[in-house]
């Protein structure tokens, strides 16, 4: 697993492991605004979209986005494209009660999110849904971003801009931490064994990073601190590896700089 950290305007977290994509419905559906709406963050906004439209979102790389349409009343989908492309982003089915979808992105570039909400099988539907958007920074364990595990790396953008520190968690006890942390979270494989790395990008001024990595009982309470590094890595940047842990397990990665 690669964690790359970046400050400025971008964090980029990356892993190693393996995750398979669900299904999704194609980005052929109908316009609910052409005007990109914009949800404040963190901040949330609801919109009332009907089954077979999509949303135009703006999003900004880093930055958390929970799309929800649990308090519909029929049975939802929702797929994430980048703009018009054929990328499909994410796709839920079912993440709430009574076949309703919602899923959390963290934008991997700053632009416009398409945001289309299906009935079930891809379908339409004239009744009219609620569409709940919240935007997070990813500075919160609760709010961490979800790094994908793969066999090659692959970075997540994430972004420490207006980051606070995370009160009431153990101290890292390296790279002289002053708080301004944001997270990331990771489920072991079935190996029980990962790298967690970070390095620069280009345009980004954190070239000097350190992390942290924690177990916990629940994002926000019992967190243990595994492991600490600050220059492992490449240049200032830190590294750590991690072999035997129990494989399903949730691993909370704290970065600052």
């Given amino acids: 697993?690669?964690?790359?950290?970046?400050?400025?305007?971008?964090?980029?977290?990356?892993?190693?492991?393996?995750?398979?994509?669900?299904?999704?419905?194609?980005?052929?559906?109908?316009?609910?605004?052409?005007?990109?709406?914009?949800?404040?963050?963190?901040?949330?906004?609801?919109?009332?979209?009907?089954?077979?439209?999509?949303?135009?979102?703006?999003?900004?790389?880093?930055?958390?986005?929970?799309?929800?349409?649990?308090?519909?009343?029929?049975?939802?989908?929702?797929?994430?494209?980048?703009?018009?492309?054929?990328?499909?982003?994410?796709?839920?089915?079912?993440?709430?009660a009574n076949n309703r979808s919602a899923l959390q992105w963290t934008a991997t570039y700053t632009g416009t999110l398409r945001v289309l909400v299906d009935r079930?099988?891809?379908?339409?539907?004239s009744t009219c849904a609620p569409l709940v958007i919240t935007c997070g920074l990813p500075d919160e364990p609760c709010t961490a971003t979800t790094l994908p595990m793969n066999t090659?790396?692959?970075?997540?953008?994430?972004?420490?801009?207006?980051?606070?520190?995370?009160?009431?968690?153990?101290?890292?006890g390296c790279g002289s931490y002053s708080g301004g942390d944001v997270w990331a979270k990771v489920v072991v494989p079935a190996s029980g064994g990962l790298t967690i790395t970070a390095s620069t990008i280009s345009g980004s001024a954190a070239t000097d990073m350190a992390m942290a990595i924690y177990t916990a009982g629940t994002c926000a309470s019992a967190m243990t601190l595994v492991g600490c590094d600050d220059n492992s890595?490449?240049?200032?940047?830190?590294?750590?590896?991690?072999?035997?842990?129990?494989?399903?397990?949730?691993?909370y990665i704290r970065s600052w700089e």
């Fill in 233 to 251: 890595g490449s240049g200032n940047m830190p590294q750590i590896t991690l072999n035997c842990r129990t494989p399903g397990e949730t691993l």
């Fill in 1 to 96: 697993m690669r964690l790359h950290l970046f400050r400025s305007t971008a964090l980029g977290l990356a892993v190693l492991g393996g995750i398979s994509a669900a299904g999704q419905c194609n980005n052929d559906n109908s316009a609910y605004s052409t005007t990109a709406t914009t949800v404040a963050c963190p901040g949330s906004a609801s919109v009332c979209i009907q089954g077979g439209q999509y949303l135009n979102l703006s999003v900004v790389a880093g930055r958390v986005y929970t799309m929800s349409t649990c308090g519909a009343s029929w049975n939802t989908l929702i797929t994430l494209y980048n703009g018009t492309s054929s990328t499909n982003l994410g796709y839920n089915d079912d993440a709430c």
């Fill in 152 to 172: 090659s790396c692959t970075n997540t953008v994430m972004t420490n801009i207006g980051a606070t520190g995370s009160a009431g968690i153990t101290a890292p």
């Fill in 120 to 125: 079930s099988n891809c379908g339409t539907n």
